[in-house]
Nanobody, 123 residues
Framework: VQLQASGGGLVQAGGSLRLSCAAS????????MGWFRQAPGKEREFVGG???????YYADSLKGRVTISRNNANNTMYLQMNSLKPEDTAVYYC??????????????????WGQGTLVTVSS
């Protein structure tokens, strides 16, 4: 699977941003996908995911501020982020698990990664 993340940029605190992840190379509707982020000097962390059935799941710390959706017609997953904070500044990655997990949040379970898109939230 090849993944291309886009939509990052500079936004003021309190603003919103929608990231996209375009996938190719395998039947899109057959696999779960995830969003992760990595801030400078920190480990990569789980943001949320969308299972192959369309059910979304989220990191507890981000519930209520992020929404993940997928469009099987155009092979794209989205991450809508609202009420952004400076601590949301990070490179955001989309990824596909190594195996056919229904839902997983572990970095090590994911084997295909996009190149990342930078989100910067100014205070």
């Amino acid at each position: 699977v090849q993944l291309q993340a886009s939509g990052g940029g500079l936004v003021q605190a309190g603003g919103s941003l929608r990231l996209s992840c375009a996938a190719s190379g395998r039947a899109f509707r057959t696999y779960t996908m995830g969003w992760f982020r990595q801030a400078p000097g920190k480990e990569r962390e789980f943001v949320g995911g969308a299972s192959w059935s369309g059910v979304s799941y989220y990191a507890d710390s981000l519930k209520g501020r992020v929404t993940i959706s997928r469009n099987n017609a155009n092979n794209t997953m989205y991450l809508q982020m609202n009420s952004l904070k400076p601590e949301d500044t990070a490179v955001y990655y989309c990824a596909v698990p190594k195996r056919d997990y229904y839902s997983t949040s572990k970095v090590g379970d994911f084997g295909s990664w996009g190149q990342g898109t930078l989100v910067t939230v100014s205070s």
